[in-house]
Nanobody
Framework: VQLQASGGGLVQAGGSLRLSCAAS????????MGWFRQAPGKEREFVAA????????YYKDSVKGRFTISRDNAKNTVYLQMNSLKPEDTAVYYC???????????????????WGQGTQVTVSS
């Protein structure tokens, strides 16, 4: 299984970016796909997740209304549209995938089996 994240960059506060995570290597129909981020000196934290089957979504409270996670089944790709970016959103963003993740564990990095390489998002003030 391979997860390839892309789309990071430098943007001013209030701007937007769209991250992509291309998945390959198996069928992901029963998987949950997540986005996590890690800022320097901080632990990796949950940002958003989506169930590949059914499309249920989950968000970190501080990104609700600003970020949207979605998937394209035909392309095996998950997206994270980030609007109204703030300097505190600056981090390396990782996509992750896991099978059979129960709802109470969706926000836990340890529940995910596969991780992409990370893409840097920098928001300037």
């Amino acid at each position: 299984v391979q997860l390839q994240a892309s789309g990071g960059g430098l943007v001013q506060a209030g701007g937007s970016l769209r991250l992509s995570c291309a998945a390959s290597g198996r069928t992901f129909s029963t998987y949950t796909m997540g986005w996590f981020r890690q800022a320097p000196g901080k632990e990796r934290e949950f940002v958003a997740a989506i169930r590949w089957r059914g499309g249920s979504t989950y968000y970190k409270d501080s990104v609700k209304g600003r970020f949207t996670i979605s998937r394209d089944n035909a392309k095996n790709t998950v997206y994270l549209q980030m609007n109204s970016l703030k300097p505190e959103d600056t981090a390396v963003y990782y996509c992750a995938g896991g099978n059979g993740i129960i709802t109470s564990q969706v926000r836990a990095p340890s529940a995910y089996d596969y991780w992409g390489q990370g893409t840097q998002v920098t928001v300037s003030s």
